[in-house]
């Protein structure tokens, strides 16, 4: 009698990495020949469609880490935590600009070639 095989359950840290990082899901749309760069293309284009979930979700992101920034300084009078929280903030926006150029730019052409 053969053992039905359960799936691997994924760790916490996996899924919310899944759950916050949209790049894994696009293809490079640079290599292989022409028709498959046309393919990987329009593979992104259906994807965009996701994009502005995630841009939510960074946007999100980042007022929580300005707001604790701004609850470390003022309240708790913590320079560095404020600076830490600020910092990662800024890299929650970074983010979120990068995932709003390439959702326009996605929306905005709509072959590459």
């Known amino acids: 009698m053969d053992k039905i095989r359960q799936p691997a359950r994924e760790t916490f840290l996996h899924v919310l990495y899944r759950f916050l990082w949209p790049f894994s899901h696009f293809r490079d749309a640079t290599c ?3 028709l498959e760069q046309s ?4 593979h992104n284009r259906r994807m ?11 946007a999100i ?3 929580f880490f300005f707001a604790l ?3 470390c300084e003022e ?4 320079r560095l935590p404020a600076v830490c929280c600020y910092l990662t903030g800024t890299c929650s926006l970074t983010v979120l600009v990068q995932l709003a150029v390439a959702w326009l730019w996605l929306r905005h052409f709509p072959e590459r070639h």
């Open 32 to 34: 292989g020949s022409r």
């Open 61 to 63: 992101l980042t007022l």
């Open 48 to 58: 965009g469609l996701h994009l502005p979930g995630f841009m939510v979700k960074w």
């Open 69 to 71: 920034g701004i609850l």
């Open 75 to 78: 309240a708790l009078e913590g």
């Open 39 to 42: 393919q990987n293309y329009r």
